[in-house]
């Protein structure tokens, strides 16, 4: 039997098995934001420990970084301290800091690949838990906690158990305005969010064989929504041609020997797998959320689940999920009214997820409903300003947007971009949770990007289809 | 010093129902704007608290007779969604401080962070919790032993069994969960692991 690129990537970087049983495992990337990272600095000060790695560790500023304007100082004391805190430990210990000052912020998980940082066959971990987002190249990407942060800091490694690994397979043609985003809420609806505890997903079939790095992205980044800690997609010419000429990727004769070492990490053709599913990719509908995990989605035009069609185990999180939401069993959800939209995040604010609503915007004439709340917020700062450059600002403001700066804004409640009240978001990002969005009450419906834009336009959830005459 | 061995935790018990309580619920994440831990422990819960109160209902950390409690017993898929090591940090601080965590089943870094911070996150079947629960329940001033060696969860006329990954129940018994000291000790091998890498310190 073959080995998968998971066992692979995992062999080449295990230093050695430790005492109790766990691997050591080595980290090629190493990527920190202000959050997760202050503590873990001030840890080896104490501990006097030093980093022999910086080179291999970069930073970047996203989750406390307002977006109406990112001036220093911050309003918010506590955001200006721990930024002023990731500028003091990067500047100490050698680290690479993206800087707002130098265009080179955003959203960790959209700048490493940016920057050619997130490559094949390789280790990437970061305190953030949609790390699992750089699986997209062929790399064992994952989150950890604050404590481990500082023993990648102080040597480079982990202690890891090896996990299980499925492969989900969706074949097939997608049908026109169904997305990346979809495909992924339909897994974890099927699955469930504690399908992938103790599994890495490997993503495969045609679908994903056909997918755009960014459209890949948007799949690995909400593994970890499924309970899975990483998610991957063999690397193959899509992501080569996307690496190409990046900041870090290797140049020469450098890039052929890479791709020969990219190449030999890719999944045997008979590599041996723990469990396999496979989904067709007409089956899938455009997907909208309507609980308060992300496994509890629907079609857009399906009726909501009744309690008593789920196992008797779930349905108190079932009734849990509708008194928060406010939403009955056996209704619609298709023209539930919508007070805020927010088109961005990790999961959706890369350039092509704002291009296509772009797309529809211009042929579509169409606004936002007045008295929606719409925010487009770039992952990055590149992202930003390309978008710029194609016009995509006009576009968006003309149509009743508020185009903003970069950072991961309304997707989670540490900047000043929140929910009011019991507010409902249609929303591009990644969690649903109760009050994930800032307001202890305030509701999320998690969708595709075009989604969003489709109920920001009608004043609460519609078929994007219908609303862009997307023809099927 | 400190005994970083976990062998028997036994203290007063705290329970709270439902499956795939999230981080951001265990500890809201206006919470996250700091650069110490410290003072975490007082909002554990604290939204989910707050709308209950507003209800006219009590949320089990907010019981008078729950204040003391180390041990909490949860049910499915605990501490889902964020890495934020702010979730146990803040139920370690809260009072005197959740030492362990029995329920049915964890979210992987979830899991990780409480083994990194000394705290055994051990698994019992659906009804061996429920059980627990009930007895738990019917005296709050009932003390818990949760046995690491023995595998055992033992209050009032209750035996649960309870499980764990062998290597991080190792590690807490012999004290060795710090992981640090270990992994520094392997310096060499880090090195030459990374050399034989085709891309560290070449290409990339």
């Known amino acids: ?472 | 010093m400190q005994d970083v061995k976990r062998t028997v935790i036994t203290g007063k018990a705290i329970s709270l129902d439902g499956n795939d309580i999230d981080t951001d619920r265990i500890i809201p994440a206006r919470f996250l704007r700091c650069v110490t831990f410290d003072d975490l422990g007082a909002h554990a819960f604290e939204d989910d608290r707050k709308q209950l109160a507003e209800k006219g209902k009590r949320h089990a950390f907010d019981d008078p007779s729950r204040q003391e409690a180390r041990v909490l017993v949860v049910d499915r898929n605990f501490g889902c969604g964020s890495s934020r090591e702010h979730a146990p940090q803040a139920l370690m601080r809260w009072n005197k401080g959740i030492a362990a965590i029995i329920g049915e089943s964890y979210a992987e870094i979830f899991f990780g962070n409480c083994v990194a911070l000394g705290v055994p996150c051990l698994t019992a079947t659906h009804d061996a919790i429920q059980e627990l629960k009930k007895e738990l329940a019917s005296d709050p001033a009932l003390e818990i032993s949760v046995d690491l060696e023995r595998k055992e969860a033992r209050a009032g006329k209750v035996r649960a069994a309870l499980s764990m990954p062998e290597g991080a129940r190792k590690q807490l018994l012999t004290g060795r969960w710090d992981s640090s000291t270990e992994l520094l000790e392997g310096k060499a091998a880090i090195a030459s692991t990374a050399k034989a890498l085709p891309y560290f310190g070449h290409w990339h």
């Open chain 1, 1 to 472: 039997m073959g080995k998968s690129l998971y066992d692979k990537v995992f062999e080449k970087h295990a230093v050695r098995q430790l005492q109790e049983g766990q691997y050591q495992l080595l980290m090629g990337l190493h990527l920190i934001h202000e959050v997760t990272s202050p503590q873990a600095f001030s840890m080896l000060r104490e501990r006097g420990l030093t980093v022999p790695y910086p080179e291999r560790t970069f930073a970047t500023c996203d989750h406390i970084i307002p977006t109406k304007s990112q001036l220093r100082p911050f309003q918010d004391e506590l955001a200006e301290q721990m930024l002023v805190e990731l500028e003091k430990n990067c500047a100490q210990y050698g680290i690479r800091y993206l800087s707002p000052k130098k265009g080179e912020q955003g959203i960790v998980h959209v700048v490493g690949p940016e920057l050619g940082l997130t490559q094949p066959g390789t280790t990437v971990c970061c305190g953030d838990s949609h790390t699992s987002t750089h699986g997209a190249f062929g790399a064992i990407a994952f989150g950890i906690g604050t404590t481990q942060v500082r023993d990648v800091l102080a040597t480079q490694t982990l202690a890891m158990d090896k996990l299980k690994v499925r492969r989900i397979e969706v074949n097939g043609k997608l049908r026109p305005g169904v997305y990346a985003k979809d495909v992924v809420l339909y897994v974890i609806q099927q699955l469930g969010v504690q399908g992938g505890m103790g599994y890495a997903y490997e993503f495969g079939g045609t679908v994903f064989d056909a997918f755009t790095m960014e459209e890949r992205m948007t799949v690995c980044n909400m593994s970890i929504e499924g309970g899975a800690r990483c998610g991957y997609v063999n690397p193959d010419a899509t992501t080569y041609a996307y690496l190409k000429d990046r900041e870090y990727s290797p140049k020469g004769a450098a890039w052929e020997q890479a791709v020969k070492y990219w190449d030999s990490m890719r999944s045997d053709a008979d590599a041996a797998y723990d469990h396999i599913v496979q989904y067709r990719a007409q089956d899938i509908e455009p997907m909208v959320t309507w609980g308060i995990t992300p496994a509890q989605s629907t079609a857009v035009n399906a009726k909501l689940p009744q309690a008593s069609s789920f196992a008797e185990g779930d349905r108190p999180l079932i009734e849990e999920a509708y008194q928060y939401m406010g939403f009955t069993p056996g209704a619609a959800l298709a023209g539930q009214k919508i007070d805020v939209a927010f088109i961005g995040s990790c999961t959706n604010g890369r350039f092509s997820d704002f291009e296509e609503v772009v797309k529809h915007l211009k042929a579509s004439g169409k606004k936002v409903k007045p008295g929606v709340r719409a925010l487009v917020v770039p992952g990055s700062q590149k992202v930003r300003e390309r978008m710029i450059e194609a016009g995509f600002d006009k576009v968006f403001t003309e149509a009743g947007f508020e185009f903003r700066e970069a950072g991961c804004s309304m997707c989670l409640a540490m900047n000043p971009d929140k929910l009011v009240g019991r507010e409902l978001c249609a929303s591009s990002s990644n969690r649903n949770f109760k009050g994930r969005q800032g307001s202890p009450t305030g509701r999320t419906l998690l969708m595709s990007p075009v989604m969003v834009a489709a109920a920001a336009i009608s004043g609460g959830v519609a078929d994007a289809r219908e609303v862009f005459a997307i023809k099927s």
